[in-house]
Every structure is written in structure tokens, then in C-alpha cells.
């Protein structure tokens, strides 16, 4: 079973920057799909940025211009960098991977983000 380990999220002020890491247990060089979604209470949990096999990604409109995500195989690690940030993009962060296209996702524990001056 592969286990994701999600570290960066914080307190910051809106306009502010913070980079969220995903670490997996297991290689990442050949999945299917992983990336990041996002939770804010009482809102249903939604993707923010992932990329796919064949090298494709996508982004939430919302963080389309501020939010880049990038991957390094060698380190079975997924970076969000999060930029320009907003009091509408606080919510539990959560990285997943699908390492099969059959096959359901897996999720990390989340990392809270708070945007507040």
C-alpha cells in the first residue's frame, strides 16, 4: 500500500506564498495520477492541480496563474507552490496518487492551509 506524507501548509497573509509537499512511499515515476485537492468546511472536496500520465495537467479556474505543481521522480515527491494567495483557498490540502487508472485513489492525511491577515 502506498502512503503519501504531506508537509508545507501554514498560516499566512493574503498575497503570500507557501509550498506543500507530497512525498510517496513508492516510485511515482510511472502512475497513472496524483496531485492535490482541497477541502474547506462545509464544501465538498476538489481538485486544485494534478497531472496524468502522458504528461498532461490540470488546474482548478480558481488557481489557474497562481498555483504551479511540479514532480520529481527521483525523489517520489509532488510540489504544489501556491502564490498570490487568497482567504478563498483555505482548506485541508490533500495529495493523492491513482496508480492505476482502475483503481481508486489514495490520499494523504492533509495539511491544513489558512489564508487570514
Known amino acids: 500500500q502506498v502512503q503519501l506524507v504531506e508537509s508545507g501548509g501554514g498560516l499566512v497573509q493574503p498575497g503570500g506564498s507557501l509550498r506543500l509537499s507530497c512525498v510517496s512511499s513508492r516510485s511515482i515515476f510511472s502512475v497513472y495520477a496524483m496531485g492535490w485537492y482541497r477541502q474547506a468546511p462545509g464544501k465538498e472536496r476538489e481538485l486544485v492541480a494534478d497531472f496524468t500520465r502522458g504528461g498532461s495537467t490540470n488546474f482548478a479556474d480558481s488557481v489557474k496563474g497562481r498555483f504551479t505543481i511540479s514532480r520529481d521522480n527521483a525523489k517520489n515527491t509532488v510540489v504544489l507552490q501556491m502564490n498570490s494567495l487568497k482567504v478563498e483557498d483555505t482548506a485541508v490540502y490533500y495529495c493523492?496518487?491513482?496508480?492505476?487508472?482502475?483503481?481508486?485513489?489514495?490520499w494523504g492525511q492533509g495539511t491544513q492551509v489558512t489564508v487570514s491577515s
Open positions: 493523492y496518487v491513482q496508480t492505476e487508472a482502475v483503481w481508486g485513489k489514495i
